[in-house]
């Protein structure tokens, strides 16, 4: 079946540091690959995305390449800000009918001052 | 305005006792979607309707029942409430459930506490 890994938190990092948070995924076929995020109290909201590969997904700084060859899809930062405290989750989309997101276990990002 | 809206935002009941929760998309998206997300935060889908129609089904209690009375919304019904149904409940909806890269806009979360 499908599944999808991500490294455990908390990540604690001084505000500016360089951010990775790993993501490998399980699926056949190409499946799209997706990063949402959760802030406290809050929903989840997509941050980026990728649906082939080789495609770098990017936002608000953030990026992430999907890469067919080591089934990853790595979360980047070149410089966290303490406003990008939050809960991290990397999904899957299979190939096929439907439109099921499977979810990693999520990753907390602390960005302390 | 918001995009998608649950209510209500904090539910605490005892066990034993039927609830539901309520949610509307003003998206005009074809599909909905419930999730539910444990005290460790992992998330999984329980339900998906597109247009009124179910579409996915996981293994969930028959104690759960969804109800999509129009596109719009999509309410979930727990009968029977036990200890291990609290976690925080979340509604999503997309355009379709057939593009590669759609987006899943999700409402606020519902915390549900049994008691």
């Known amino acids: 079946g499908n599944s999808v890994t991500q490294m455990e938190g908390p990540v604690t990092l001084s505000e500016e540091a360089f951010l990775t948070i790993n993501c490998t995924y399980t699926?056949?076929?190409?499946?799209?690959l997706f990063w949402y995020v959760q802030y406290p109290g809050e929903g989840l909201q997509l941050l980026l995305k990728a649906t082939k590969a080789d495609d770098k997904g990017s936002n608000k700084g953030f990026e992430a390449t999907y890469r067919k060859e080591t089934t990853s899809f790595h979360l980047e930062k070149g410089s966290v800000q303490v406003s990008d405290s939050a809960v991290y989750f990397c999904?899957?989309?299979?190939?096929?009918?439907?439109?099921?997101?499977?979810f990693g276990t999520g990753t907390q990002l602390k960005v302390e001052l | 305005d918001t995009a998608v809206s649950q209510t209500p935002k904090y539910l605490v009941t005892q066990m034993g006792n039927d609830k539901s929760i309520k949610c509307e998309q003003n998206l005009g998206h074809d599909t909905m979607y419930w999730y539910k997300q444990d005290s460790k935060k992992f998330l999984k889908i329980m339900f998906s309707?597109?247009?009124?129609?179910?579409?996915i089904n996981e293994t969930v209690p028959n104690r759960f029942s969804p109800k999509s009375p129009d596109k719009a919304h999509l309410n979930l019904h727990i009968n029977s409430l036990e200890l291990g149904d609290s976690a925080v409940y979340f509604c999503?909806?997309?355009?379709?459930?057939?593009?590669?890269?759609?987006?899943?806009?999700f409402g606020p979360g519902t915390r549900l506490l049994v008691l």
């Open positions: 999904a899957l989309r299979p190939t096929g009918g439907g439109n099921k997101l499977t």
């Open positions: 999503a909806s997309s355009q379709t459930n057939t593009g590669r890269s759609e987006t899943q806009y």
């Open positions: 309707y597109n247009n009124k129609e179910l579409i």
């Open positions: 699926a056949t076929g190409y499946p799209s």
